[in-house]
């Protein structure tokens, strides 16, 4: 056997080996899913045997007390927050994330370096030690239980990531292309909406989607700073849980449904996210 046909098997062996571990890895982390969909169509007796029965009878109780066929609340008010929560913020980290990136990344200003650590280090702030002055904010603003204290708060919360993001992605769209705008008179709002931005259009759905991601599954300060009006979709689930009685069954029943929003939106947008990370990750 010559070397380039051995080589080539070596090839091939080793692209198969990764492609095995791909589909190994694949479905690991698609197991949870399954086992969550599965536990979410047995009855509350069945749910919490252990070991769990495959042959368990299966049954849409879970979902239907979910939706409160068994006169509890209702998840649509909820559902709504999130959606209106985290579909607003991510609006607004968008248009403000998006110059400054520009500012960062094509026309840099001064210092940029130092300001990209500036976006980073808001990070490094734990969320509960800026839990209570938020809280007592809040209280004294008289915006507690409201919706759109949530809005300013998750676009605050994912504007440093997603200027990081951002600036990442513009950093490779040619400078040529910019300068030639200039020269045919553009002015910086028509460069912006009619040259950079349909060149970066992939890495604005990625960074849409992350925002979106965190804002709809954010909890802590949903739990906190929400009551009834404003309640969230993660602050609903958690109240399935309690001290007495079987639950497993209705909360992968809610789980998987409060899911979906997140799944569908991946999925609608993973040719997007795809180009975006890739393009913002090649330097």
């Known amino acids: 056997m010559s070397t380039t046909a051995l080589r080539a098997r070596r090839a091939r062996g080793k692209g198969a080996g990764l492609g095995l571990l791909a589909w190994l890895l694949g479905i690991a982390f698609f197991l949870p899913i399954a086992w969550m969909a599965l536990t ?152 912006l909406a009619r040259v950079v931005a349909p060149i970066s259009l992939p890495g604005i759905a990625a960074t849409a989607l992350i925002c979106f991601i965190f804002s709809w599954n954010e909890l802590l300060f949903a739990r906190v700073l929400t009551g009834v009006v404003a309640e969230t979709a993660p602050v609903f689930l958690t109240g399935f849980i309690t001290s007495q009685g079987l639950f497993l069954a209705k909360v992968c029943a809610a789980s998987l449904v409060i899911s979906l929003p997140v799944l569908a939106a991946g999925f609608a947008a993973q040719d997007k996210l795809v180009q975006g990370l890739s393009l913002g990750a090649v330097k």
């Open 40 to 191: 979410s169509l047995h009855s509350e007796t069945d749910a919490a045997t252990n070991p769990p029965s495959f042959a368990a009878s299966l049954t849409l109780d879970g979902y239907r007390e979910f939706f409160g066929a068994g006169g509890g609340a209702s998840p649509w008010p909820a559902l709504i927050n999130s959606t209106v929560a985290s579909l607003a913020s991510t609006l607004l980290v968008l248009l403000l994330a998006f110059p400054a990136a520009y500012a960062l990344s094509i026309n840099r200003v001064r210092k940029w370096t130092d300001v990209l650590f500036f976006f980073l280090s808001t990070k490094m702030l734990p969320a509960v030690a800026g839990l209570l002055p938020i809280y007592l904010f809040a209280k004294n603003a008289g915006m507690l239980d409201n919706i759109w204290l949530l809005v300013i708060l998750y676009t605050s919360m994912n504007l440093p990531i997603a200027v990081w993001m951002m600036q990442s992605f513009l950093a490779e769209i040619p400078v040529a292309v910019i300068e030639a705008a200039k020269v045919d008179g553009a002015r910086l709002p028509t460069i």
